[in-house]
């Protein structure tokens, strides 16, 4: 058996951890997936705004945020307006969205407090660690050090 690689390895984290969420919105009798959190999150928090703006303050790429827009009016949980450039849609919440988000509320603050469970157990914070790798990520890219690590392997043989 091989050992599993950093890729996969992380891939069944988010599998593990999404999962569990999606199950709870399941168990709780919601349609709603764990990506849109982020969207709702920034929409209570901010208002209606561009799916340029929400992919800006939420950190997902342009192209996945308007995915993730899509699917979420989709089920009845984000209204998409035009904006005052015809190629701008406004994302909004629906009243559906703002009905469900005290359970939102709830399913969040529950996740979060397993989420700690976790850490404790591992004696760290995982999202300290996940955004301290991503701050040196910034900083020198995976594909730099792909290039220095080829560069130290041939240098070697």
Not at 50 to 62: D, E, K, N, P
Not at 87 to 93: F, M, N, P, S
Not at 138 to 155: H, M
Request: with cysteine; hydrophobic share 40%; glycine share 6%.
């Amino acid at each position: 058996m091989y050992a599993p690689t950093l890729g996969t390895l992380l891939r069944r984290l988010i599998e593990a951890l999404d999962g569990a969420v999606e199950q709870s919105y399941v168990d709780a009798g919601l349609d709603y997936r764990p990506r849109y959190t982020p969207v709702v999150r920034a929409l209570l928090d901010q208002g209606p705004m561009t799916i340029r703006a929400l992919s800006r303050c939420t950190g997902v790429t342009h192209s996945a945020m308007g995915q993730t827009v899509n699917e979420m009016a989709a089920h009845g949980l984000a209204s998409l307006t035009v904006g005052e450039d015809a190629r701008e849609r406004i994302v909004a919440l629906t009243p559906y969205a703002e009905n469900i988000c005290p359970q939102l509320q709830r399913l969040w603050a529950t996740t979060e407090a397993a989420a700690r469970t976790l850490d404790d157990e591992l004696g760290l914070s995982l999202p300290g660690v996940i955004e301290q790798t991503l701050k040196l990520l910034n900083e020198t890219p995976f594909s730099d050090r792909l290039r220095r690590a080829a560069s130290s392997s041939s240098a070697l043989q």
